[in-house]
């Protein structure tokens, strides 16, 4: 089955403490990005990355990191997260230009 | 910078009473606009893509079309089912995506 996956699914933690995010296809897409989504303003663009070892700021690129080392993987980093950082965030795969196929979506709190 | 403008925020809907959703947007350089519904707790899925001004996609009560300036979702004859949230978005030349707020579309029957 085609799908983007995403974990944890639900994460709590404290301020400062580093997490990542693991996200993968299996559809072999060029394109993989990072979006966060809060009430009132949307998805938001974190990352993005045309290939391996290609990747772009989006329009909210603070305070996170990604590395895309392999094609079928494309992790979030955040080295010390904070109570801003809270929040719904997708992982998404396409070819470039195609329409995005998203992940299930991890439910981030930071206390 | 890129901006993406969803109007109505939120729309109310009698079962049978068609309407529209506009999306309004600013970008350097349309690579494609995107539709796309949401349910509650789940990832976006994809509806349509548009890439030139006077285009016009349809799927069973829905017709997408495109401006250079706007585009339209049209909803005609709602079902219930069709309660969702739509999301609107545009990709530039870089290949950077932005989305719109979204619209919430509640049909009663």
């Known amino acids: 089955e085609a799908q983007v996956t995403q974990n944890p699914r639900y994460l709590i933690t404290v301020t400062g403490k580093k997490l990542t995010v693991t996200c993968s296809q299996n559809m072999n897409h060029e394109y993989m990005s990072w979006y966060r989504q809060d009430p009132g303003l949307g998805l938001r663009q974190i990352y993005y990355s045309m290939n391996v070892e290609v990747t772009d700021k989006g329009d909210v690129p603070e305070g996170y990191k990604v590395s895309r080392k392999e094609k079928r993987n494309f992790p979030l980093i955040l080295e010390s997260p904070s109570p801003n950082q809270t929040s719904l965030y997708f992982c998404?795969?396409?070819?470039?230009?195609?329409?995005?196929?998203f992940g299930p979506g991890t439910r981030l709190t930071v206390l | 910078e890129d901006q993406v403008t969803q109007s109505p925020e939120a729309l109310r809907l009698q079962e049978g009473e068609s309407s529209s959703l506009n999306c309004s947007y600013t970008?350097?350089?349309?690579?494609?606009l995107f539709w796309y519904r949401q349910d509650p707790g789940k990832g976006p899925e994809f509806l349509f893509t548009l890439y030139s001004a006077g285009e016009e996609k349809e799927k069973e009560r829905l017709k997408a079309t495109l401006t250079k300036k706007e585009s339209f979702l049209h909803i005609t004859a709602p079902k219930p089912e069709d309660s969702a949230t739509y999301l609107c978005?545009?990709?530039?030349?870089?290949?950077?995506?932005?989305f719109g707020a979204g619209t919430t579309v509640t049909v009663r029957a």
């Open positions: 978005a545009v990709q530039a030349n870089d290949y950077k995506l932005s």
């Open positions: 998404a795969s396409s070819r470039p230009g195609n329409e995005q196929f």
């Open positions: 970008v350097s350089g349309l690579r494609g």
